[in-house]
């Protein structure tokens, strides 16, 4: 009797529930176009020939909340062609990172065999780093400590477009410059082996 009375209340309830669950299919388009136009008027700013007006809109849209907004302010604003914009774009991304991908001789530029055996033992091509708290004061992003200041061997320096990275656990440091193409790219070196590679940070 109870597995009846459980079946019948579970078809009674079953219009009710799908009933629920219906889209407002006209809603979503209605909401979607309106995101569209304004996204559209967005992207017109940071577009701008007037680069203030990129920059200021860059600023609106990164401090505005909304992780749509973010994500398309920051992938025009790194690949902008005036150098303020890019490095206020390439600050914005590095100090929200919370985990860092290096790509290792991406290009496999290495030429000594014995370094590359090297670099494919150590790294596998790839490493990665937790990334701490950001000091703008200091134009620091610490890796791995969240300190009120710069932890020395422990960090990346922001200059503009290019960065100096150091971590001392590891042996290893660095300098890096914002490519146009939205990506980081320099030479590190691993000062326990003396191998100097080259290195990518991906950023889109």
Known sequence: MKTYLAIGLFVT???TALSAQKIDIEAIK???????????E???LLRNEDA???LAAFDAMVTHGDPSLYEIATSMAIADVDEIV???ALWEILSRLRTMAILVDPEGEVQSEEARKSLEKAYQGRMSFQVGNAI????????YYNKENCVPGYNLTVNGTRINFVFQN????GTLKL????????MFRNTRFQIEFPVEIPLR
Not at 136 to 143: F, G, I, Q
Not at 170 to 173: E, H
Not at 179 to 186: E, K, Q
Request: glycine content about 6%; overall charge negative; proline content about 2%.
């Open 52 to 54: 203030n007006i990129r």
């Open 170 to 173: 590891q042996n290893l440091d």
């Open 86 to 88: 890019r490095a206020r």
């Open 179 to 186: 490519d146009g193409d939205g990506a980081l790219r320099g």
């Open 42 to 44: 967005l992207r017109a």
């Open 13 to 15: 309830l079953l219009p």
């Open 30 to 40: 209605s909401q979607a176009a309106a995101d569209a136009s304004e996204f559209a």
């Open 136 to 143: 703008k004061d200091e134009n620091c992003v610490n890796l």
